[in-house]
């Protein structure tokens, strides 16, 4: 059982440099980016493209998918870091905290059994200014639960392609 898990991190730490075209550079981000509208609720999600990050160091376990996104309601926009956690067993994720330690808000989303373990669904609120400054540093969130911490990075090309075209999409601001 401990070398099929071990072989199974390395494939996927293999895998993991392998990421999707459209994640290798900001126009690319840009292009992979898109919106949807609910007219009945009178809202639009802008979404980026899917990034996996893999947790192998320090003991950690589990990977996620996470990408930025941005609710758009009345004038009114909250940009999210959403995280689809997946691993064997909970860790109970309930705090974010910016690369500075400054708390951000958390929002939990849902926890779901699946067949191969369970995922945690969650996201952290950002601020516009926060993602501008996250476009020459790059985007760190550290995520905090019951049972272990996770911290997400993402390159600030990503953040750049997203921000482009989310003002493209919502217009000046």
């Given at each position: 059982m401990?070398?099929?898990k071990?072989?199974?991190i390395a494939?996927?730490?293999?895998?993991?440099?392998?990421?999707?075209?459209?994640l290798?550079?900001?126009?690319?981000?840009?292009?992979?980016?898109?919106?949807?509208i609910?007219?009945d609720?009178?809202i639009?999600?802008?979404k980026g493209?899917?990034?996996?990050?893999?947790?192998?160091?320090h003991g950690?376990?589990?990977y996620?998918?996470?990408?930025?996104?941005?609710?758009?309601?009345?004038g009114?926009?909250?940009?999210?870091l959403?995280v689809a956690?997946h691993?064997e067993?909970?860790?109970?994720?309930?705090r974010?905290?910016?690369?500075?330690?400054?708390?951000?808000?958390?929002i939990?989303?849902?926890?779901?059994?699946?067949?191969?373990?369970?995922?945690?669904?969650?996201?952290?609120i950002?601020?516009v200014?926060?993602?501008?400054?996250?476009?020459?540093?790059?985007?760190?969130?550290?995520?905090?639960?019951?049972?272990g911490?996770?911290?997400?990075?993402?390159?600030?090309?990503?953040?750049k392609g997203?921000?482009?075209?989310y003002?493209?999409?919502?217009?000046p601001?």
């Amino acid at each position: 059982m401990r070398a099929g898990k071990t072989i199974l991190i390395a494939l996927v730490l293999l895998l993991g440099g392998c990421s999707e075209a459209g994640l290798r550079t900001a126009t690319g981000v840009y292009t992979h980016t898109n919106a949807s509208i609910d007219s009945d609720e009178k809202i639009a999600w802008i979404k980026g493209p899917t990034d996996k990050k893999y947790f192998a160091d320090h003991g950690a376990s589990g990977y996620a998918d996470v990408f930025l996104r941005t609710l758009v309601r009345d004038g009114h926009d909250t940009h999210q870091l959403y995280v689809a956690f997946h691993d064997e067993d909970w860790v109970y994720f309930s705090r974010a905290y910016d690369s500075k330690g400054n708390e951000l808000k958390f929002i939990e989303i849902k926890r779901e059994e699946v067949t191969a373990g369970i995922t945690e669904h969650f996201a952290a609120i950002l601020s516009v200014d926060y993602l501008k400054s996250a476009t020459r540093k790059g985007l760190e969130v550290k995520f905090v639960g019951k049972r272990g911490e996770r911290k997400v990075y993402m390159q600030p090309h990503y953040v750049k392609g997203y921000l482009k075209k989310y003002r493209e999409l919502t217009g000046p601001k």
